[in-house]
């Protein structure tokens, strides 16, 4: 039995039919062709499917789509032009393979919002449920400080 949830997908009015058992990472995909979160070990373990639903970040792969009714859901597609975080990621290099930017680059928004400036253990800690297969972590690294530099300039001239 399918039901009808509505929610705000990248600022953007949205409904879907879902099933109760069907995660946000499949409806993410399959109802809006969304593919920048990817299910990778199904067990929200490795942080390629982060989300964030409300701000905060979750495991679409876990988390069931039915429980975005009336949410605010962002995903890596957002925007139409590359923010401070993500352009932050291109300059430091910090993508390699590309597989699990998405999921780093929604985690280090999250961490910038709660920590506009964070010192590396707080950046390692943060970041610890991402997995680089390519190992660029201290490309990432250097990626989120500088978006936190970047960050605070913009704020500051505001």
Known sequence: MRTQIQFRLNGEPVAAQ????????EVLREA?????????????????????VDGRAVSGCLYLASLCQDADVRTIEGGAELDAVQQAFVE???????FCTPGFVLMTRQ?????????????????SGNLC??????EIIEAVKLAARRRNQSNERK
């Open 18 to 25: 879902v099933a109760p058992h069907e995660t946000l990472v």
């Open 92 to 98: 430091a290099s910090a993508l390699q393979c590309g």
């Open 111 to 127: 961490l910038l919002d709660e920590i506009p400036e964070p010192g590396e253990e707080d950046i390692r800690h943060y970041l």
């Open 32 to 52: 809006f062709g969304l593919h920048g979160a990817r299910e990778s070990c199904g067990q929200g373990m490795c942080g390629c499917c982060t989300v964030l």
């Open 133 to 138: 297969r390519c190992a660029a972590y201290p």
